[in-house]
């Protein structure tokens, strides 16, 4: 089984442009879910999909972050425009759909490190 | 709130010594768990204990977790230089809509010397 991989690995782009960054979760997986690491900082949670829908995007910093998965398959992660603070990694990760009271591991991808100069 | 906060920030010590890592939350907890990430690479899960369990092996780990304290530990016996990693606690917490997300500390920077 393909674990999550994310697109690119490595991202350098100057204060202002655009990013886009893709993650393709586990086949068969619903649940998808952004969180990003900012230097020296912990990692924070950004949003959550349950197949296409929204979940729970309370940790998305602002509005020139946005997040799409059409078709309930892989996402992305548009930043415009970029700031230096968004520097950092984002990771991906999915799971199965969970079932009532019960806990679904969540596989990380091997995440994208975002450089803003 | 933040949740998960690891103890020490970072922590070197020679092969086939034990490594202690502590983290402590604030909120109740479902779930606890560990994490490493290697350089470069993504977060790989290491265990996981659940809120009513107090001690968990999985091979050369262990993990305590005291809920009256909220702390968990996590050590890692007879270290290897391939040990050598961040290591995150992270707890679940149900968010908008029924949403487990995860919360994540800002991790233990191991080095294992060899």
């Known amino acids: 089984e393909a674990g999550v991989t994310q697109f690119p690995s490595h991202s350098v782009i100057e204060k202002g442009q655009t990013v886009t960054l893709r993650c393709d979760p586990i086949s068969g997986h619903d649940n998808l879910y952004w969180y990003r690491r900012v230097m020296g900082k912990e990692i924070k949670f950004l949003l959550h999909f349950v197949k296409e829908s929204k979940q729970d995007e309370s940790g998305m910093p602002n509005n020139r972050f946005l997040a799409e998965r059409t078709g309930g398959t892989y996402s992305t992660l548009k930043v415009q425009p970029a700031e230096l603070e968004d520097s950092g990694v984002y990771f991906c990760a999915s799971s199965r759909r969970s079932g009532r009271g019960s806990y679904n591991e969540q596989f990380f991808g091997p995440g994208t490190r975002l450089t803003v100069l | 709130s933040q949740q998960g906060e690891e103890d020490p920030q970072a922590l070197s010590i020679q092969e086939g010594e034990n490594a202690t890592m502590n983290c402590s939350y604030k909120t109740s907890i479902n779930n606890l768990q560990w994490y490493r990430q290697n350089s470069g690479r993504g977060l790989v899960h290491l265990i996981l204990?659940?809120?009513?369990?107090r001690e968990k092996h999985s091979g050369r780990l262990r993990v305590t977790l005291d809920t009256s304290k909220k702390s968990s530990s996590l050590l890692i016996t007879a270290s290897r230089a391939a040990d050598t990693a961040s290591y995150f606690c992270a707890t679940d917490v149900r968010g908008q809509g029924g949403s487990e997300k995860l919360v994540f500390g800002k991790g233990t920077k191991l080095t294992v010397n060899p």
């Open positions: 204990i659940r809120s009513n369990e």
